[in-house]
């Protein structure tokens, strides 16, 4: 049985780790988060310890190593622009490490983070979910069988409506979460990237607090992208149903269906850690470029092949 600490134990995603953990028949010991609102960790650890500053978690999780009782894994749930932080203080610990996406905000951090993987000796695992979603599997393997070089023509919409909170969160801040682009389209681009092959050009054409869109060429497909969080960028074919979320993917004018299969994909993804082939953090390179450049460029609504929400 392995030990895992968790940070962010009181967010919303936290409690997917904490499910995997114990679906793993593993445990969770330690849990760190500042806000203390973490009743959730009775339904799974009731006995795991738990701290709001810092400073007791490290010297807690440091006495237990001195004594010979370290921990496996560290799990980290916290705001985006600190997993850089949490992961090195994982490694630091003599931990494994499993990281929530995106796994950093710019691709240089991932350079340092590589550097102290080796000193260290201990791995930096991240969730990218999307890669074991068993139609993107089957999708992948497909493409991968066929030696057409023409490219596919892949529309990729994706609007999450959130509320007047999200602005005023971490989420809404781009220096914490990166923005609409990295903190929800990384699932997505690392999804093109895994499907699709190398990156060949970003071009941005709406870059908004609330909305972003823009055009991504690979080897094996174009790809016009549109993200929202904004329920006034919602189709009426959405609103008349009273959904708050509208996703879909093109490829070729056929859509991909992949509705189905999200519920387990972080039990997935533990599993597929714990059996040593969890994604490196090389295998987030290409999504974390591509987010990096998505921000720090100039957005341009002239440019071509504008996805059909951004006209
Ligand atoms: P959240 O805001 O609900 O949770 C973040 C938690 O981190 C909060 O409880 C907050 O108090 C805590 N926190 C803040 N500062 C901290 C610090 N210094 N040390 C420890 N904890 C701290 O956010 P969330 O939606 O749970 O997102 C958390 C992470 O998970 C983000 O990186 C996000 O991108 C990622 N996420 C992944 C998925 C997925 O499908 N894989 C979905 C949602 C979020």
Not at 64 to 82: A, H, M, Q
Not at 214 to 226: D, H, M, P, Q, S
């Amino acid at each position: 049985m392995k030990k895992f600490a968790l940070i962010g134990a009181a967010g919303y995603i936290a409690p997917r780790h904490m499910r995997a953990i114990k679906d793993t028949q593993n445990q969770l010991v330690a849990a760190l988060d500042p806000n203390d609102s973490v009743g959730i960790i009775d339904s799974y650890f009731p006995n795991c310890d738990f701290f709001t500053e810092f400073e007791r978690f490290d010297r807690h999780i440091d006495k237990k190593r001195r004594k010979g009782e370290s921990i496996d894994f560290v799990s980290i749930c916290s705001p985006n622009y600190l997993h850089d932080s949490h992961v090195r203080f994982g490694l630091r610990s003599e931990s494994h490490v499993i990281c929530e996406k995106p796994l950093v905000l710019n691709p240089w951090n991932i350079d340092g983070l590589q550097e102290l993987e080796r000193e260290s000796g201990f791995r930096v695992n991240t969730i990218l979910q999307l890669r074991l979603h068993p139609t993107i599997i089957g999708l992948k393997a497909q493409l991968d069988a066929v030696s057409d070089t023409s490219k596919k023509e892949v529309d990729l919409t994706y609007i999450t409506s959130r509320g007047n909170w999200y602005n005023v969160s971490w989420k809404g801040d781009v220096k914490k979460s990166g923005g609409i682009a990295t903190n929800i389209g990384v699932h997505f681009f690392d999804m093109l990237h895994f499907l699709f092959g190398k990156l060949q050009h970003n071009r941005v054409h709406i870059n908004q607090e609330n909305s972003a869109s823009g055009y991504l060429e690979y080897e094996k497909a174009r790809v016009r992208w549109f993200l929202s969080t904004d329920e006034r960028s919602l189709p009426t074919s959405a609103v008349q149903q009273g959904q708050r979320t509208f996703r879909s993917i093109t490829i070729d004018g056929q859509e991909l269906e992949f509705s189905d299969g999200f519920t387990d994909l972080h039990t997935r993804s533990y599993e597929h850690i714990l059996s040593g082939q969890g994604f490196t953090l090389e295998d987030n390179r290409v999504a974390i470029e591509t987010v990096s450049d998505i921000r720090n460029q100039k957005a341009d609504i002239n440019g071509d092949d504008l996805h059909p929400f951004a006209i």
